[in-house]
Nanobody, 126 residues
C-alpha cells in the first residue's frame, strides 16, 4: 500500500473555489494502470466518486455532479494529485478522500481502491 495525505480543506462561500492536495508516498509505479481518485462522503451517505486520473494524466473521469466545475490534475515529480474546485455549492460540503491503487477499471467505485487517505473536510456556506 501507499500512504496518502490530503490537505487544503476548510470553509468556502458559495460560488468560491478551493484546491485539495493529495501527497502520495511509498513504493508505486505510476504506469497506465495506476489511478488516483477523489471521493467524498457525508456522514450516513454512500461514498461518492468525484474524479479520477490515470497514470501520468493519460485520462480523467468525473462524476456528472462536478463536471465543468472540478478539475483533477497531478504533479508527477512531487507525487501530488490535486482537485481544483470552482463554483462551489452547499451540496459540495463533505469530507473528501484521496484514494489510489485501483483493482479494476472502475475509477469512481469506492470498492476498487486499496489505499485511502484519512479525509479532509470542505464546508461550503450559503
Amino acid at each position: 500500500r501507499v500512504n496518502l495525505v490530503e490537505s487544503g480543506g476548510g470553509s468556502v462561500e458559495t460560488g468560491g473555489s478551493a484546491t485539495l492536495s493529495c501527497v502520495i508516498s511509498g513504493r508505486f509505479d505510476r504506469n497506465n494502470h495506476f489511478c488516483v481518485a477523489w471521493f467524498r462522503q457525508v456522514a450516513g451517505n454512500k461514498r461518492e466518486g468525484v474524479a479520477a486520473i490515470w497514470g501520468r494524466g493519460e485520462s480523467t473521469t468525473y462524476a456528472d455532479s462536478v463536471k465543468g466545475r472540478f478539475t483533477i490534475s497531478q504533479d508527477v515529480e512531487d507525487a501530488t494529485t490535486y482537485l481544483h474546485m470552482t463554483g462551489l455549492k452547499p451540496e459540495d460540503t463533505s469530507t473528501y478522500y484521496c484514494a489510489a491503487e485501483i483493482r479494476s477499471s472502475k475509477p469512481l467505485s469506492q470498492y476498487e481502491y486499496i489505499s485511502w487517505g484519512p479525509g479532509i473536510q470542505v464546508t461550503v456556506s450559503s
